[in-house]
């Protein structure tokens, strides 16, 4: 007896619009453009802002940590947080444990600054789930939170 493998379909008889990956994308594109006015209005860039954003619920973690939560490559990063320390919004200390690793911490300008960015990222999410009822999208999240445990690389 054979085991047969079977072809992946294809792209083309998937479709683009029952394809995750790709509706995925085209959401967050969506929404990161949504943002970009106001951030662009306050000086930020999308890893400055993404940065400030996490900081402001995890402070004080190490630079690749904060490179993980805030989906950004760890080289843009360190361009981003060079930035945010010269406009006081962070500061960056050696971790006491590893004296080769760094922490990074939210100052109170730089929660300022995240607060009047939180008014725009809070309308964004309510647009994205208009007319979806709550049930939906604690259904929906439980689902993404599957979906990141299938597919990540670190603990968190």
Do not use: C
Request: charged fraction near 25%; proline fraction near 4%; hydrophobic fraction near 40%.
């Amino acid at each position: 007896m054979t085991d047969e493998v079977t072809a992946p379909r294809r792209l083309g008889e998937i479709g683009l619009n029952n394809f995750p990956p790709y509706l995925m994308n085209r959401i967050m594109g969506r929404y990161n453009a949504s943002l970009r006015e106001d951030m662009a209005h306050q000086g930020m860039t999308t890893p400055k802002m993404r940065s400030l954003a996490v900081l402001s619920v995890v402070d004080g973690i190490l630079i690749r940590e904060l490179a993980v939560y805030a989906v950004v490559e760890q080289s843009t990063l360190s361009r981003a947080l060079d930035g945010l320390a010269a406009d006081g919004l962070i500061r960056r200390e050696t971790d006491r444990e590893d004296s080769r690793a760094t922490r990074v911490f939210i100052t109170e300008q730089g929660r300022a600054a995240f607060e009047r960015h939180w008014p725009a990222m809070a309308a964004a999410h309510d647009q994205m789930f208009h007319d979806i009822p709550p049930a939906e999208q604690q259904a929906f999240l439980a689902t993404l939170h599957k979906i990141l445990r299938n597919v990540r690389r670190n603990e968190f």
